[in-house]
């Protein structure tokens, strides 16, 4: 079987995967690191076939990047706040406005406009609530057309990307 993946606002290039493809990222979503002997034992392949393919789904724009997953508690971010965010308006110049503050926010470890109750998805790590407080003064109070936001606090994490087993 073979999966058709546009990628990007303007389909920039469109990319076929085979099981070989799905099975290597597969194993390299759960640890990028891992040796492409390994990878070729694991998957039928062989080494120099993994390494091509590799390649090829990175130029491509299929792996998107490689990122280390870091504890939060070492980087002073141990609080994990999730954030439903409504807007008064949602033209194009307001979206745009408001993405970009999002991105100029070190907080914001993720953001996404989405369908439903609410227009933005936000992931937040923060050392404290005082200062998610002093966040949402600056990001939410302070903007004239955000309407209302939901804040939801992490107890723990259940699943944590690009870790097995958790």
Do not use: C
């Amino acid at each position: 079987m073979t999966d058709s993946v546009l990628f990007g606002v303007d389909a920039v290039e469109k990319v076929s995967l085979d099981r070989f493809d799905h099975a290597l990222l597969d194993r390299l979503r759960r640890n990028n690191q891992t040796p492409a002997r390994v990878l070729a034992e694991q998957v039928g392949l062989s080494e120099s076939a993994v390494l091509r393919r590799v390649r090829r789904l990175r130029r491509s724009g299929v792996i998107l990047a490689d990122v280390s997953v870091v504890h939060p508690a070492v980087l002073g971010t141990p609080l994990t706040i999730h954030v439903l965010v409504s807007l008064e308006r949602e033209g194009t110049a307001a979206l745009d406005a408001f993405e970009r503050k999002l991105r100029e926010r070190r907080e914001v470890q993720g953001a996404w406009y989405v369908t439903g109750e609410a227009d933005f998805v936000l992931l937040l790590r923060v050392s404290s609530m005082e200062a998610y407080e002093g966040f949402a003064r600056a990001v939410f109070h302070d903007d004239p057309n955000v309407r209302a936001f939901r804040t939801l606090v992490t107890l723990h994490d259940a699943v944590v990307p690009g870790l097995p087993g958790r």
